[in-house]
């Protein structure tokens, strides 16, 4: 049986993706911020993906990008590839010759996110020594990317807001506003317009930063990109887990790959694959036989082990919590889940749906 070598990536469908997957990677990535997620960061040479869904949100942001001056909000579960999205945006604008700078709402203290924003000057508070510029300024002329936007404070949203509509800011302390060129785009990964239903988010703001709005879609939406990432991973982590050349991925470990439930998106299945290569310890080809302890049940989402059992489904409802969490991670319907569940009860067998 034929095996997919470091890229993970089927023959002749996918051929000129996979000699892409050795160009270097987008200039983006060589800025990677210091939080850390590289995964993402090498998610952006988005030229290899295949799926519509991610087709259709790249061609949006190509449309977004063409004018540098506009907010924009990203709008997307948790490590759906938000900071990358940014950072790639930032690198095809006029303003990438100019710094990109990075901030998570929900990180900052609340106390000091206005002086951390917008900068102090010395003596505007006990410890504020002397006069710090904030990421607006450190960001002049480039693009500042507030991810989380909404974990900030009434306080801080309503500054934003002023930068926002009037290009300037007024460091904390000070009397004295001060001029920004700043391409600002924020991300969520919460529903905002709950947020300003509850009044926790000012409606003028969501205004604002709403006009220029793209989903970005989760993993499952997209899962002709998975052995493309798949891919990735493997040379990501190969030399970490003492592999001297990339290894090999079983098309059968890649099949319950590309059907697994992915609920934390490309930071799940970038932790999976490391697990599977330090599991394989060195062999060259992982295959469905490293998928233990935790990772067990990628073994039942393969064609052998895709029928249809109540300890399946089960398994399926204490992985995911819910009913239609089990019925994505199974690939069926909600009514096949209870369909199956019903006639599983004592004295039920001959009920359907």
């Known amino acids: 049986m034929r095996v997919y070598s470091g890229g993970a990536v089927r023959p002749s469908s996918t051929r000129e993706a996979a000699q892409r997957h050795f160009r270097p990677i987008l200039a983006a990535v060589r800025q990677t911020s210091s939080d850390g997620d590289v995964f993402e960061a090498l998610a952006s040479n988005f030229s290899r993906f295949r799926s519509a869904s991610f087709a259709r949100t790249l061609q949006q942001l190509r449309r977004f990008n063409r004018d540098d001056s506009t907010t924009l909000l990203l709008e997307g579960e948790s490590g759906t590839g938000k900071t990358s999205i940014a950072r790639w945006l930032h690198a095809n604008s006029a303003r990438s010759r100019y710094p990109f700078q990075h901030a998570v709402l929900s990180a900052m203290d609340d106390a000091l996110a206005a002086s951390d924003l917008f900068g102090h000057v010395s003596g505007a508070y006990t410890?504020?020594?002397?006069?710090?510029?904030?990421?607006?300024?450190?960001?002049?002329?480039?693009?500042?990317?507030?991810?989380?936007?909404?974990?900030?404070?009434l306080n801080v949203q309503q500054k934003l807001l002023h930068a926002i509509e009037y290009g300037e800011l007024r460091p904390v302390g000070s009397d004295r506003n001060v001029r920004i060129d700043v391409r600002l785009i924020v991300a969520t990964n919460v529903p905002l317009e709950e947020k300003v239903a509850d009044g926790s988010f000012l409606p003028d703001l969501y205004a604002r930063i709403s006009a220029f709005r793209t989903r970005l879609p989760p993993l499952r939406e997209r899962r002709a990109d998975i052995p493309v990432l798949v891919g990735t991973a493997l040379r990501r982590h190969a030399e970490a887990c003492g592999y001297s050349v990339t290894p090999a991925v079983h098309p059968e470990l890649l099949e319950a790959l590309e059907r697994a439930p992915w609920m934390y998106n490309l930071r799940e299945l970038d932790s999976t694959v490391h697990r599977l290569m330090l599991e394989a310890d060195g062999e060259s080809v992982v295959s469905i036989e490293h998928c233990r302890a935790e990772l067990r049940y990628l073994r039942e989402l393969t064609a052998k082990g895709c029928e249809l059992t109540?300890?399946?489904?089960?398994?399926?409802?204490?992985?995911?919590?819910?009913?239609?969490?089990?019925?994505?991670?199974?690939?069926?319907?909600r009514t096949t889940v209870h369909r199956h569940q019903r006639r599983g009860l004592p004295g039920k067998g001959s009920q359907s749906a």
């Open 310 to 333: 109540l300890e399946r489904i089960s398994d399926a409802i204490e992985r995911t919590g819910s009913v239609s969490g089990a019925a994505r991670m199974l690939g069926v319907a």
């Open 127 to 153: 410890d504020a020594k002397s006069a710090r510029a904030g990421l607006f300024t450190a960001a002049h002329g480039g693009t500042l990317f507030l991810d989380e936007i909404g974990k900030a404070s």
